[in-house]
């Protein structure tokens, strides 16, 4: 089947052509880079939204993104189950449109950090988790500087298991240390209810090329994997 | 009429101010202003707005804020300051 | 400053009388204010080189004299063709004075400039590197609070714009303390394609020309007085003496602009930089042999009541010209409106070879377009500065302290420490590219995706070294950033040289300018690298007590490596391995850190520069690398080669057992052993099976090629053939002290 992803483009994303990259030159699938205003859900499967800083992160970071039209036709999607993945300022957009719980807040250090980090698989039933084991541990970077998760509903989000991602030190122990932006609870992805929409902070497709990871692992390439398998099942 | 509206968003308790507590721990505490207790730090917004009346522009104000979420209402609070004829 | 005046307006102009009564004789009139103010801008030291450009002269035609040289110095930015079908340019430039005063603004502007530029050859800026140089951190908040705003003004821009920093250099002394250097430098890569087809210049009459991006406000306005009023509603200290960035607008310039240029229709392209608008269209028509006529009504503005002085003067920032085809212009419209980027059609170009900007009905400019761009030079008087000999003639103290106790003081000093600080704040792998990232090798490295090639770049010098021999410090500042990349398996391709330097009416400090373009000259011609750039500041120099900055000729060295497994990593991969040190060791502890940092000497014989040794150097470490022959190389700088061994040791914890009695000399003292900085050594680790082999190889190209250790599994330096005692370091103790510098200085 012809499988077809959309990576939106908002004014200042940044990493929307890392991703394209990523799904179409290592996954090999047609992902299309889609200008926001020309967005339009029944054309894809399943749609990224990339880092960057959409709209130059003005009055809060995601805030103005969250109103454009790409957002009314992603809704569409996230109510009838297709794939949604917010990455970085993309996970921020979707808080901000309340596709996901919860809010991001400014680095505890009041520093932008870039650096590769360890998550924990929390849970592995959602549309981009199915190719990882839970309590596995994965190699990735952040790069931000507003990305402490912050939620008053801490207590329902895991009851509900929408935490998907935990940062962890190498072994897998969630502690402070590992923790590099003050993120409540640890928490570095949450999911929907439904499990078909995920937004996480750090870079998967900044960790999908042994070549350009420091221990030469391909971590983040399982989560746009999973993904399309999602994909592929749903429509059997 | 037009009316000036000066509106400031704060983080929630809950959510931490750590620009706030920075200023005060790192700068104020040590340069001899230990008489300071808190700071708390916000974006302020001044929104010239045409109105019937007071009431009038705070209610719309309020309303833009709210639906539009120009504050984040799981992290944030939204105070009106003042409102005066402009 | 002499003032010129016309119809009751003032303006003080960087032009001698005999200039303003050149330019009245040649126009045959007194220039509007507006022209005055043109001429001020183009004939200033940082847009005409007035000073510099007789001494520059002596860089060889890049051009000319090498045929992968597709654009040389004197064009927005240096590019080369480096195969594949792909081209690279790059650039570097200063942007001292500004941040000297708002360091975060300062250093932000300063990295939208120089992308700009990138922008205007046709080709994607993909990644920035930033020499920086400041007064000790120690006990000096000024210099923290410049290093903590620059460092933050750099890292919020490049992040915003999703331009990786991929590398830079910090160097802290005095000399730099109330004139902190800010120099900033970016590649950007295209095909061949993209590159001949980017615009260049306003050459065809009839096209229109384009404003697009931000707004024009009063930014950079300065010494004027206009006879009808007071200069404007806000007073000189209400306005920012410094310009503001605005990334956000700037990524989506980019954008644009690559997309506008992928139509065909752009034909001239230009950002707006010195002198704004006026300047930028008296280039773009004079490189071109055209004219143009300008509707000064048409240019959107920020500020009411602006008149023709300040728009066609405005320093605003992110603002581009285009020169584009009639047939073209609503395809170009359109990319402008997609991105929702303010633009205006504000003229046209035609055949006049005049450019007229119109207020309305008043004609305010009427310069012939190549005017602006013959501005004289001035000759300059050098001096050898009579303080030199005797600081040359210091001599190293006996040593007090015990040589484990220097080590770790050295480890910890501030030119030496983890500059992690700095680059954790930079999104260095946003673009998928980056495959060394900072910290993990001498230069950066990114991958051209769809190739087998890889990008090595590195930026920096001594200043130290060029303060005491110029000549032979900036050949040595080119040794150390081509032995960067040389280190990661890279060839160099190409320089571009930002100079810093004081007051160029001193005719000391002009000395130390001439002395370091001879230097460098000299040593591209030898090793054969075309300089395709450059950058000259000059007035960096405290007003009150009239010291200059220590002479910075600042080096950027792009290469190329083939193929994955021709990139070499830093540190240390294996147990049991030889260490060995290529390159002789002389005693040649003059602006070490060694003296600077235990004995606060500025003094000393510098390190000596010979072309042909080096050359041979090179040329064997290559050869070692085409044999697979080096498992991992470091090459030696700051603090000698003990230090290069220690960082080697870092990051895989890997230990090593010394023993020098293969590199002793009878003159050389175990200080100067192990601090001197004698330049292009290196430290290779290799195979004990390899050691015949290479030696062999040494000894075919007649260099001194010693082991002095092999690695081990206890995280220990043990140091043993000395002439003092031996002595054991303990490596976690070291990185301990080289990871907390800056942190404890910064974050506490």
Known sequence: ?236 | MLWEVEVVLENKKAARDPVGETIKRDLLAKKGYDMVSNVRSGQYLRINIEAKNEANAKDIVEKMCNELRIFNPVTQTLTILNVKIS | MPKVDTDGDELEVNLTNNEIEQIKDELKRDPSITEWGMFDVMHSEHCSYKSSRPKLKLFEDAEKNYDYVLAGPGQDAGVIDIGDNYALAFRIESHNHPSAIEPYHGAATGIGGIIRDILCMGVRPIALLDPLRFGPLKDNPHSQWLFKYVVKGIADYGNCTGIPTIGGEVEFDKSFESNCLVNVACIGLGTIEDFKHAPSRANNPGDYIILMGGSTGRDGIHGVTFASRTLTEMSEADRPAVQIGDPFTKKLIIEATLEAIKTGYVRGLKDLGGGGLSCALSELTGDGGTGARVDMGKIFIREPGMNSFEVMLSESQERMAFIVQPEGLEEVLNVFRKYEMAHAVIGRTDDTQVLKVYDGDNLVVNLPATALSDAPTIPRKEKRPDYLDDLIAQKTPEQSKKLDDIIYELIASENICSKEWIYRQYDHEVGVRSVLKCGEGDSGVLRIIGTNKYISSSVGTNSKHCFLDPYNGSKGGMVEICGNVIANGARPKAMVNCCNFGNPEIPESFWYFAESVKGIADFCRELKIPIVGGNVSFYNEDEATKTAIKPAPVIMIVGIIEGEKNIVPLPFKDVGSDILLIGKTKAELGGSEYHSVIYHLEGGIPPLVNEKEIKLIWDFIFELYENNLVKSNHDINKGGFIIAIAEMCFKNNIGVNLDLNTIQEENLRDDELLFSESVGRFIVESSKSDYDKIMDLGRKYKISVKKIGITTKEPEIHINGLKTSNFTLNLKKMKRLYDSTIPNLMDK
Request: charged fraction near 25%; proline fraction near 4%.
């Open chain 1, 1 to 236: 089947m012809s499988i077809k992803i959309a990576v939106i483009e908002f004014p200042a994303s940044n990493c929307d052509l890392d991703a394209l990259h990523v799904l179409n030159n290592v996954l090999n699938i047609e992902a299309s880079l889609v200008w926001h205003n020309h967005f339009k859900e029944k054309d894809y499967d399943g749609v990224v939204l990339p880092g960057g800083f959409a709209f130059g992160d003005y009055l809060r970071a995601g805030i103005i993104a969250a109103h454009s039209p790409a957002i009314d036709e992603a809704r569409i999607m996230l109510k009838d189950g297709r794939p949604i993945l917010g990455i970085c300022n993309g996970f921020q957009i979707l808080t901000e449109a309340q596709f996901l719980p919860g809010a991001l807040l400014r680095n505890e250090s009041l520093k932008f950090v870039c650096k590769w980090v360890n998550l924990k698989v929390e849970n592995n039933k959602t549309a981009f988790t199915n190719r990882l084991n839970v309590a596995d541990v994965i190699d990735i970077p952040i790069a931000h500087g507003e990305g402490r998760y912050f939620t008053d509903q801490l207590k329902e989000l895991i009851d509900n298991d929408q935490i998907v991602f935990r940062y962890t030190d190498e072994k897998g122990f969630i502690t402070n240390d590992s923790n590099p932006n003050g993120s409540m609870d640890n928490i570095a992805g949450v999911c929907n209810l439904e499990g078909n929409c995920l937004g996480l902070m750090p870079h998967p497709e900044r960790a999908s090329e042994a070549i350009i990871s420091p221990k030469g692992s391909t971590h983040g390439k399982l989560i746009f994997d999973s993904m399309i398998d999602f994909i592929k099942r749903r429509s059997k």
